[in-house]
């Protein structure tokens, strides 16, 4: 496992729970808005902590933690991601799993091997959108089958959305509520400028709260419950 990072204490990263959060290098996208540059990009220049050291360090947190979040970069590109997850699993840590869902076989072999207890599936905007939001050429129907394998597994997860003004806007929501319709949870994520991909959006405004608001009521009929973060 390529684990760059580690965060000791999270209490936003898996809902209702305490969690360490562990940082995956590479990514198979390029989301011009990604704030974590250095994961997706210089990856391969940052220290790699031994996965042996990492389940130590989880083990002896146990009791001050409920569980493990493994986010990116993105983990599914990890061949050892399943296994890995398993042995947390085995510590007795519920284990939470961040992706942008571009490899659905990945997904789909988490949830069978019982190596997951929670996914967030982010969804980049909607579907005539999708490429320049990853910032590659994308096969939408490789999202389509990691939505439709969730809304399928009966097991915990959320679909969320970063609301980056000029990738996802009204008319955009709308045609993702009909892409995830009938999911349990759709997650509305404030953008947060910074050191973003794309230099020309480290000083983007991001939408105001009320207008992050009203894209509440723009999806509540999609699906069954709409959340905001980040305000």
Known sequence: ????????????????KIVTTLFIGGCNFRCPFCQNRDLVLNYEKMPTIPDEEVIDKLSRR??????????????TIEENLTSFCRRLKILGLLVKVDTNGYIPQKIEELI??????YIALDIKSSPGRYSPASGIQVDLRRIEKSVEILMNSGMEYEFRTTCVPG??????LKRIGKLIKRGRLYVLQQFRPGTTLDPSLSRLKPYPT???????EIMKPYVGRVEVRGI
């Open 1 to 16: 496992m390529k684990i760059k990072g580690i965060q000791g204490v999270s209490t936003v990263d898996y809902p209702g």
């Open 62 to 75: 146990k009791g001050f933690i409920d569980g493990v979040c493994i986010t990116g970069g993105e983990p």
């Open 112 to 117: 069978d091997k019982s190596a997951v207890d």
């Open 167 to 172: 990738f996802v806007e009204e008319n955009d």
């Open 210 to 216: 009320e207008r992050l608001k009203s894209f509440v």
